[in-house]
């Protein structure tokens, strides 16, 4: 299996956050309440982060087999920035990518996301992370650092992204302590 396709979208926070105003309140003639809304989203996504003295590298895992990773054009790279981490693959001009192990042993991620697309977070089986053997000293294997937020939270445009923003502030500020 290669994994579930992904959709073509505008793939940045910011333009999110107008696209969601423009294209929906706009149209329902509700421009103010969209205003409104495209506003909190950004006060939301900048408050309460403060930067470590060295940013976690958070891998986001969006599919198990190949590994599959979001890249500098994911609005997942910008949403890793604005809780104080790194994306060790968000130099790589894509929207998403196949890694390797030893990729991922090169990264040393402080922290494995899976966001498993097209999955039910019920679903989601850290286990298979855990079995794999080339990943054993990976450091958030090691200290157990494995986390499921659901897809919908981080791969979908929309409000739901602040839930995968505060999801994912919640698993920086736990490998940074």
Avoid at 107 to 129: F, N, T
Wanted: hydrophobic share 45%; with cysteine.
């Amino acid at each position: 299996m290669s994994g579930p396709a992904r959709a073509s979208i505008t793939c940045s926070i910011p333009p999110m956050w107008c696209a969601l105003w423009c294209s929906g309140a706009c149209a329902l003639g509700v421009d103010e309440r969209g205003r409104e809304l495209a506003n909190r989203m950004r006060a939301e996504a900048i408050d309460g982060t403060t930067a470590s003295v060295t940013p976690p590298a958070i891998l986001v895992e969006w599919w198990p087999k190949p590994v599959i990773v979001p890249g500098r054009h994911s609005w997942v790279s910008d949403m890793i920035t604005l809780v104080c981490g790194t994306n060790p693959w968000a130099q790589r001009n894509c929207k998403s990518t196949p890694i390797t192990d030893e990729e991922v042993i090169a990264a040393a991620p402080d922290a494995l996301v899976l966001s498993w697309c097209g999955v039910k977070p019920e679903k989601v089986r850290p286990d298979i992370v855990q079995k794999r053997v080339a990943w054993r000293h990976v450091p958030a294997v090691v200290k157990g650092h494995i986390y499921c937020v659901p897809e919908a939270w981080m791969g979908r445009p929309g409000p739901r992204l602040l839930d995968g923003l505060r999801a994912l502030r919640a698993i920086v500020t736990q490998v940074t302590v």
